[in-house]
């Protein structure tokens, strides 16, 4: 592949070795970590500044989700085929998106993708409330807005992903990663939550005005923090496409990202069919009522924040290759309360705990996926890596969608969960043999390539 001499050498999964004090260890020879630039001055408060910013940015993300399906169906009168339509455009940039983002974060300045992407979705969010002043909102304007904001959506995420690494020191990555993993699942709750809240006391064009506003306070913080060093443009650029086939096949290429990679991409399948379907059988078969589908979600966000924060300290005690594991498994088990329920109360709590117990564990794996990958990728090619994860995970998405529906036409909805609940597990049962098996430690952060 291009670029492949300058290149740390991988190793195979055979020179995972059993380790001293009865557990294993990955001895994997990584190549010795560079001595770390210094970090910048008052590095905790950049990371700080920074997160601030997205939350903004995530709530603002989580208040247009609630708010243009609201305006499609109420204003626009939107038929179901129109609305399904939007929400497939909305998980579409992930699918179509997320490969070339990542590609393109490699070759730009970090900060600057971040400011003009948040800028760009302040200006769409924005163009909506115009449309409707005056009077030539549509649903073909709709589905525009939708799309676009979806792929600024994707492209600012991937730049967020790579410079947190920038601002953080190595030693306390995890930690950082898993802060921006809280922020992110609390503030998409929040955002929905504050979409609800405001489109109950006002109009929908006022809901994304303060979307608007939002995206111009992340673009703010964004500007306060260090400007971080170019990083070095390599000697053998290719195409863009070139560039993606290259994330591709580090990512395949690696031992211990080529199995993360393909178990995330089973789970986010598997996650997707049961997410399609979920609702609808919580409302009609198990009878949790509005109130009891919101009690679920809000409980099932809190686990996802506690799963985020303990990551680190679970990491550290019982190593990253255990927690996967044990995370992984835990997942598809604390689904079945879901196929076993029936109407009532005491049905609806225990849903919300395996809910809060499905998400935490969820968070806690993604943290330190995230950290492994961060750790085992060059910093050239740390956005094409993440990418690479985003993409088989959440592009998925709207596949998985189209899987459930059919799946639910002919064999109805429960057959439907327990088809997702299937897949869940044996992604589970797949990374067992794997050498994550055997990761007792965060590995040592790969270098960055010298140009040539």
Known sequence: MSGTNSTPPRPSPADVVEADRGRTQDTTPLPTRAPAAAAPAGGNRAVTIFLTGEAASLTGTGLHTVVLPVLAVLALHASPAQASCLYLLSQ??????ALPAGAIVDRYPVKTVLITTDLAAAALVAAVPATVALSTLTMPVLYTVTLVLGAVTVLHQAAASVILVQLSDPSHLHQATARQEAVLGAAATIGLHLGTGILAITTATRALAVD????????????????????????????????IRDGLRHTLDDPILRPLALCLGATGAGAGVITAVSAWYLLTAVKVGPTGLG????????????GALASPRLTGRYGPGAVLIASVALYPLLGIPLLTARPGPVWTVVLAVAGAGQLAAAACATATVRTVRQRRCPPELLARTQQTATWLVAGSRPLAALAASVLA???????????????????????WPSPIRNLSRLPDAIPASSPE
Request: proline residues 7%; contains cysteine; positive net charge.
């Open 92 to 97: 579409a940039p992930y699918l179509l998106f």
């Open 295 to 306: 009690v679920i979600m809000g409980v099932s966000g809190a686990g996802y924040l506690a």
């Open 212 to 243: 608007s506003a939002s995206y111009l306070v992340s673009a703010w913080c964004t500007s306060k923090i260090p400007t971080q060093p170019a990083r070095p443009a390599p000697a053998d650029r290719t195409t863009l496409t070139g560039e």
């Open 409 to 431: 036409s002919a064999a109805g909805v429960w057959a439907t969960l327990l088809a997702g609940t299937l897949v869940l597990a044996g992604a589970a049962l797949a990374l």
